[in-house]
């Protein structure tokens, strides 16, 4: 069983920037593809950023390409996603998700696991 924390959204204005983490608590972290998607009130749980197992490899949506920066460190069993030059847009509750099979980037929601119970982001104008 995994279970995932996340921590560190709030309210910013646009232009800001936070930091989100997820702890992972259970099994080897290090053998995990993790991700990070987003869900808008009213709206579909959206891909947001995904990275492999070793930290090497990383893929991002359009919408925050450039903006949003996933990172890991399987020493502390937790990833992290930097999100700066935030808009009103970006509001939304962010979640992580482990994918326990897979060493590579996983993009599909289909295809994770476990999911944290969420962070709400919210980005004011």
């Known amino acids: 069983q995994v279970q995932l924390v996340e921590s560190g959204g709030g309210l910013v204005q646009a232009g800001g920037s936070l930091r989100l983490s997820c702890a992972a608590v259970g099994r080897t972290f290090i053998s995990y593809a993790m991700g990070w998607f987003r869900q808008a009130p009213g709206k579909e749980r959206d891909f947001v950023a995904a990275?492999?197992?070793?930290?090497?490899?990383?893929y991002y949506a359009d919408s925050v390409k450039g903006r949003f920066t996933i990172s890991r460190d399987n020493a502390k069993n937790t990833v992290f996603l930097q999100m700066n030059s935030l808009k009103p847009e970006d509001t939304a509750v962010y979640y992580c998700?482990?994918?326990?099979?897979?060493?590579?980037?996983?993009?599909?929601?289909?295809?994770?696991?476990?999911w944290g119970q969420g962070t709400q982001v919210t980005v004011s104008s």
């Open positions: 990275i492999s197992w070793s930290g090497g490899s990383t």
């Open positions: 998700a482990a994918n326990i099979e897979d060493y590579g980037l996983v993009i599909s929601y289909y295809e994770y696991d476990y």
